[in-house]
């Protein structure tokens, strides 16, 4: 939240600064039904035109928006022409001056890979042509350069210059904040994802199959499954708590396997070795499991024969390395991108791009699923596990009802 009020400071800011350029450029000594003075109308006038201009940046930074915003953001400022540009190329020009366009884009290159912002002489031979400065002021979000806000006017100002540049830093906040929902869209509906990853309703059929089939033949090995299933759809469908220990997420691992050696038999091998000092190490809730779901997916469910899953986790100082690996079938390097890209999703349903999103969202961005495979050449998936994470705090233990 704290953080949040301080983007709307800076929202703020920059507009009340370019108001009193507005005002300027407006006042006007006859009534202004009520407002007060000049420069206040000039305020009013200032937050009511960003207040029409932040809708479609809020969407983020594209041609159509581009369009939507650049009329609003020249009145903002009150020069003869503005334009709008991403990293590439010129989204869009409002104004006079349209002939200027190549002699712009190939001045933006500096600006652009500096961060800094330009001003420059426009060279015409139209005598008539009121665009004869331009004013490069660079669009920045979280110290990365998405493009550029350009203002033109028919002479050197260095007012013009420090408004452009405050209505370029409102403009940042709007799209740095359209970030922000585009990280919460992903966010919920990764979670939503892991809510219907979280147990399979092929693997939910196999098991209650298998109990049943025990059910006659050894009653007692019936029961035990039973409790295994029972044990693992109580963690599974828990409602509290968006972190688990790793000792926890193994022990539910554990139940899984249980079922599938029972379905599976002697096809089944897993190796665990596991550090005893990472078990109290806290992660997203259902992280681990959908992985070695995937690992006995491809490692059994796709082929004949044997299948062997190793599962390691050991202490790397600031964090944990888990590394899930099988011999399996594999899969093409490509559509795995496709799949940790949300492009496409994997047959099954198991969930690489949901735990990929995850930790992402949690760790950021160099955190997320590092995966090696090829087609018949298993799979080893590894994920680093930050010991201590601000924010991040397992959930009490479970207890049978």
């Not at 006042?27 to 479609?56: N, W």
């Not at 490692?299 to 299948?307: A, Y």
Request: hydrophobic share 40%.
């Amino acid at each position: 939240m704290t953080g949040f009020l301080a983007g709307l400071l800076v929202a703020v800011l920059p507009l009340l600064a370019a108001g009193f350029w507005l005002g300027r450029r407006t006042a006007r000594p006859e009534s202004l039904g009520g407002l007060g003075t000049p420069v206040e109308h000039a305020t009013f006038e200032t937050l009511h035109t960003a207040s029409l201009a932040a809708p479609p940046l809020r969407a983020g930074l594209t041609e159509e928006t581009a369009r939507r915003s650049a009329r609003r953001l020249r009145t903002l400022l009150g020069t003869d022409a503005l334009c709008l540009t991403d990293h590439e190329r010129l989204l869009v020009w409002d104004g006079v001056g349209d002939h200027h366009r190549t002699e712009i884009t190939e001045r933006l290159f500096g600006p652009l890979e500096s961060g800094r912002g330009e001003a420059f002489r426009l060279h015409c031979e139209y005598p008539d042509c009121p665009v004869r400065w331009a004013v490069v002021a660079p669009l920045t979000v979280d110290d990365r350069v998405h493009g550029a806000l350009i203002a033109c006017a028919p002479r050197e100002s260095a007012v013009l210059v420090r408004a452009a540049g405050e209505v370029a830093r409102w403009v940042s906040v709007q799209l740095e904040l359209a970030d922000l929902d585009r990280s919460r869209t992903r966010l919920i509906e990764a979670e939503i994802r892991a809510l219907r990853a979280q147990i399979s309703p092929h693997f939910i059929f196999n098991s209650l199959a298998v109990i049943a089939s025990f059910v006659r033949t050894d009653p007692e090995r019936a029961r035990e499954l039973l409790l295994e299933f029972a044990d693992f759809t109580r963690y599974s469908f828990r409602r509290h708590g968006d972190f688990t220990t790793l000792a926890d997420e193994l022990h539910a691992i554990d139940h899984y396997l249980a079922l599938v050696r029972a379905r599976f038999g002697d096809r089944l091998t897993v190796t665990l070795q596991i550090a005893p000092e990472v078990l109290p190490v806290t992660l997203p809730f259902l992280c681990l499991q959908p992985l070695v779901e995937n690992a006995v997916k491809h490692g059994l469910e796709g082929k004949t024969g044997t299948c062997r899953i190793q599962i390691t986790a050991q202490d790397e100082g600031a964090e944990a390395l888990v590394v899930i690996e099988d011999d399996g079938t594999g899969m093409d390097p490509g559509l795995l991108r496709r799949i940790l890209a949300g492009e496409t999703s994997p047959s099954g349903g198991i969930g690489l791009s949901n735990v990929d999103d995850r930790l992402r969202q949690v760790y950021g961005d160099d955190h997320g699923l590092v995966i090696e495979t090829a087609p018949g050449a298993g799979m080893r998936i590894t994920a680093r596990l930050p010991k201590y994470q601000p924010g991040v705090h397992p959930a009490a233990r479970l207890t049978p009802e």
